[in-house]
């Protein structure tokens, strides 16, 4: 992930934009009143950055939710096609964040309040459908194949989203932007979801007993994106 690793100059080299410190009091942007942002050249290349790495996170979930959706319906896993569907959220999510650093919007306290709410709302679209989807599961003994390509493309992103979302994380935090913060979020829970998923495929592949636990990886994939979207609603996450 060249691009991944290609962001820390700017977050890590520009130039100190913070004047005083104070204990800390964040408002619903989650900004640091005691540390108050200045916009200088090193947060315009750091929102540039942000900007080119929601591209990169939208292609790559674009391929993760279509190839996971795939598999999933095609196996019957309710775990591995709620994890594919988190493709949607993490999509808005990314949208969100070119949206909020395009043209004026960059310098937009607004704007970021909005891109904030939009990320928060990304985490709730697919939780009832997965919530209910794997109950209907775990109560009427529903047995998921084996697959494959779902295994596959569930380690690929174990390996690559911890990175992009640190990434966005750091820059979130640069450029006191709780909506890149919260996108960078959505990659680590892209992650964490992925490796449960991936360990759910892999035991009922060779463990026919363990079938209860593609449905209950799947409500826990549901209860994580609904506390997230909490978490992004109140614009926790910025002082990390």
């Known amino acids: 992930m060249g691009p991944a690793a290609g962001i820390a100059d700017p977050v890590i080299d520009a130039p100190s934009t913070t004047i005083g410190h104070h204990d800390h009091d964040h408002d619903h942007a989650g900004h640091d009143h005691g540390v108050p942002i200045v916009r200088d050249g090193g947060w315009h290349r750091a929102a540039a950055w942000a900007r080119r790495l ?8 674009g391929i993760e939710g279509v190839v996971g959706l795939w598999q999933g319906l095609a196996a019957g896993s309710i775990a591995l096609t709620g994890w594919a569907l988190g493709a949607i959220p993490e999509a808005l999510a990314g949208v969100v964040v ?6 004026a919007r960059t310098l937009s306290e607004t704007a970021e309040r909005r891109a904030q709410i939009g990320v928060a709302i990304s985490f709730w679209i697919n939780a ?11 109560v009427g003994d529903h047995r998921s194949e084996g697959s494959a390509i779902g295994i596959a493309v569930t380690a690929a992103a174990v390996l690559v989203m911890p990175m992009l979302g640190r990434a966005q994380r750091r820059l979130g935090t640069r450029l006191g932007s709780a909506a890149t913060v919260g996108e960078g979020v959505q990659n680590y829970l892209c992650a964490i979801q992925a490796a449960a998923v991936l360990v759910g495929l892999t035991l009922t592949t060779g463990w026919s007993g363990g079938w209860w636990l ?8 549901a209860a994580v994106s609904v506390w997230q979207g909490f978490r992004s609603w109140r614009g926790e996450g910025c002082g990390c």
């Open 128 to 138: 009832p459908y997965i919530a209910a989807e794997s109950i209907r599961h775990l």
């Open 98 to 103: 070119i949206w909020r650093f395009t043209g």
């Open 214 to 221: 593609d449905p209950l990886i799947g409500l826990g994939v």
């Open 54 to 61: 929601a591209w990169v996170s939208l292609v790559l979930v």
